[in-house]
C-alpha cells in the first residue's frame, strides 16, 4: 500500500478522521462524504449492464450452439457439422474485425474462439483421428493463441489458461500416470506465473490489465491448489508426501507475498481475504483432527468447533477492517 495519504480510498473513515483533525470543514466534509458514497450516474449503469447482459447474451448463443450439434448429431452430415462451424467462426471473425477493439469486438473473438474447441471434436469424432483428450484442449489453446495475444482481452486470456490447466490435468492422469498432488503442484505454479506475469505487466501502466478482476481469479487459482495440498498435509499427516510439505512451504510464501503487495503496491482486501481463509481452514482442520482424535465426545466437539469458527471469522472481520482504514489509522 502506498504510503502517500492521497493514493489512499476516500472512505468515510478516513475522511471523518480529516475532519476531526481539523483539515475539513462541516461542509467539506458532508460535500466529501456524498461524492465517496455517490451512486453511479446512469451512463455508467448503461456501460455495465451493456457490458453484463453483452457477455451473458454470447454464453447463451455458445449454449445453443453447443446443444444444436448435440441434439441433432446423428441427422447431421460431418460436412454439414464442420461447415456450420466453420461459418460461425468466420462470421464471428468478421465481426470482430467490423467492430475493432470495442466490448463487442472483443466478445464476438471470444465467441470464435469458443467454437475451435467444437470444430476439433467434430473433426476428430467425424475422422477418428485417435487424438487423446489433452491434444485435444492443448491444440485449441494453441490455434488461439494468435487471436488471444492481439485480442488484448483478459476473458479470452483466462479461456487460453483454463485449456492449458485442463490439457496438463489430462495429460498428467492419461499419459504422466503421475500422482495427483503433484498435479495440484504443477497446476498452482503455472497459475502463479500467470498471476505474476499479469501483475508485472499491470504495474507498468498496460490499460487494459488495469482491471482486478482477474488477476483475482488467478490468485485463486493459484491458492486453492496449494489449499488442497496443504489441507492433506494437516488432516492426514501419514499419507502426505513430498508435494503436499512443499505446497504447505509455498502456500505460506504466497500468503506473505500477497500480505507485502497489500502493503506496499496496491491496497488489495481480497488478497488478505484468501490469507485469512487459508488460515482458517487449516487452523480448524487442525484443531478438529486433534479434538476428534483425542475426545469421545462428538456433539462436545462440535460444539467447540463452532465456536472456533465463530471466534475465526470475527477476528478475520476485525483484521480486515484494520487493514482496510490503513496502517496510519489502525
Same mark, same amino acid.
Given at each position: 500500500?502506498?504510503?502517500?495519504?492521497?493514493?489512499?480510498?476516500?472512505?468515510?473513515?478516513?475522511?471523518?478522521?480529516?475532519?476531526?483533525?481539523?483539515?475539513?470543514?462541516?461542509?467539506?466534509?458532508?460535500?466529501?462524504?456524498? +461524492?465517496?458514497?455517490?451512486?453511479?450516474?446512469?451512463?455508467?449503469?448503461?456501460?455495465?449492464?451493456?457490458?453484463?447482459?453483452?457477455?451473458?447474451?454470447?454464453?447463451?448463443?455458445?449454449?445453443?450452439?453447443?446443444?444444436?450439434?448435440?441434439?441433432?448429431?446423428?441427422?447431421?452430415?460431418?460436412?454439414?457439422?464442420?461447415?456450420?462451424?466453420?461459418?460461425?467462426?468466420?462470421?464471428?471473425?468478421?465481426?470482430?474485425?467490423?467492430?475493432?477493439?470495442?466490448?463487442?469486438?472483443?466478445?464476438?473473438?471470444?465467441?470464435?474462439?469458443?467454437?475451435?474447441?467444437?470444430?476439433?471434436?467434430?473433426?476428430?469424432?467425424?475422422?477418428?483421428?485417435?487424438?487423446?483428450?489433452?491434444?485435444?484442449?492443448?491444440?485449441?489453446?494453441?490455434?488461439?493463441?494468435? %487471436?488471444?495475444?492481439?485480442?488484448?482481452?483478459?476473458?479470452?486470456?483466462?479461456?487460453?489458461?483454463?485449456?492449458?490447466?485442463?490439457?496438463?490435468?489430462?495429460?498428467?492422469?492419461?499419459?504422466?500416470?503421475?500422482?495427483?498432488?503433484?498435479?495440484?503442484?504443477?497446476?498452482?505454479?503455472?497459475?502463479?506465473?500467470?498471476?505474476?506475469?499479469?501483475?508485472?505487466?499491470?504495474?507498468?501502466?498496460?490499460?487494459?490489465?488495469?482491471?482486478? %478482476?482477474?488477476?483475482?481469479?488467478?490468485?485463486?487459482?493459484?491458492?486453492?491448489?496449494?489449499?488442497?495440498?496443504?489441507?492433506?498435509?494437516?488432516?492426514?499427516?501419514?499419507?502426505?508426501?513430498?508435494?503436499?510439505?512443499?505446497? +504447505?512451504?509455498?502456500?505460506?510464501?504466497?500468503?506473505?507475498?500477497?500480505?507485502?503487495?497489500?502493503?506496499?503496491?496496491?491496497?488489495?482486501?481480497?488478497?488478505?481475504?484468501?490469507?485469512?481463509?487459508?488460515?482458517?481452514?487449516?487452523?480448524?482442520?487442525?484443531?478438529?483432527?486433534?479434538?476428534?482424535?483425542?475426545?469421545?465426545?462428538?456433539?462436545?466437539?462440535?460444539?467447540?468447533?463452532?465456536?472456533?469458527?465463530?471466534?475465526?471469522?470475527?477476528?478475520?472481520?476485525? %483484521?480486515?477492517?484494520?487493514?482496510?482504514?490503513?496502517?496510519?489509522?489502525?
Amino acid at each position: 500500500m502506498s504510503h502517500d495519504l492521497l493514493d489512499l480510498a476516500a472512505t468515510p473513515e478516513r475522511l471523518r478522521a480529516l475532519a476531526d483533525a481539523g483539515v475539513l470543514t462541516p461542509q467539506g466534509l458532508e460535500h466529501a462524504l456524498r +461524492l465517496a458514497i455517490a451512486t453511479p450516474e446512469r451512463p455508467a449503469w448503461r456501460r455495465f449492464l451493456s457490458a453484463v447482459l453483452l457477455g451473458f447474451g454470447s454464453l447463451l448463443v455458445l449454449s445453443g450452439v453447443i446443444y444444436f450439434f448435440a441434439y441433432n448429431w446423428a441427422e447431421l452430415h460431418r460436412f454439414g457439422k464442420m461447415g456450420l462451424l466453420l461459418g460461425a467462426i468466420l462470421a464471428a471473425c468478421i465481426a470482430a474485425w467490423r467492430l475493432g477493439e470495442t466490448l463487442a469486438g472483443q466478445f464476438a473473438l471470444l465467441f470464435a474462439a469458443v467454437l475451435v474447441g467444437p470444430l476439433l471434436a467434430v473433426y476428430g469424432q467425424a475422422y477418428q483421428t485417435g487424438a487423446d483428450p489433452y491434444e485435444l484442449f492443448l491444440g485449441w489453446g494453441f490455434l488461439i493463441l494468435p %487471436w488471444v495475444v492481439l485480442a488484448r482481452f483478459s476473458p479470452l486470456w483466462l479461456l487460453m489458461l483454463l485449456l492449458v490447466n485442463t490439457g496438463l490435468g489430462l495429460f498428467w492422469f492419461q499419459v504422466a500416470d503421475g500422482e495427483g498432488t503433484t498435479l495440484m503442484l504443477v497446476l498452482a505454479l503455472v497459475n502463479g506465473a500467470a498471476w505474476l506475469v499479469h501483475e508485472v505487466f499491470a504495474a507498468r501502466g498496460l490499460p487494459w490489465l488495469s482491471g482486478r %478482476w482477474l488477476p483475482r481469479v488467478l490468485a485463486m487459482m493459484t491458492m486453492a491448489p496449494l489449499l488442497g495440498l496443504s489441507e492433506l498435509l494437516v488432516a492426514v499427516p501419514r499419507e502426505a508426501d513430498t508435494s503436499s510439505r512443499f505446497g +504447505l512451504g509455498l502456500l505460506v510464501v504466497v500468503m506473505i507475498a500477497a500480505y507485502f503487495f497489500h502493503r506496499q503496491v496496491r491496497s488489495e482486501l481480497f488478497l488478505l481475504t484468501l490469507d485469512a481463509v487459508s488460515v482458517m481452514t487449516l487452523l480448524t482442520t487442525f484443531i478438529g483432527r486433534i479434538l476428534f482424535k483425542t475426545s469421545d465426545f462428538d456433539a462436545g466437539v462440535f460444539f467447540v468447533m463452532a465456536l472456533l469458527i465463530i471466534g475465526e471469522v470475527g477476528l478475520t472481520v476485525w %483484521w480486515l477492517r484494520a487493514e482496510a482504514r490503513g496502517p496510519e489509522e489502525a
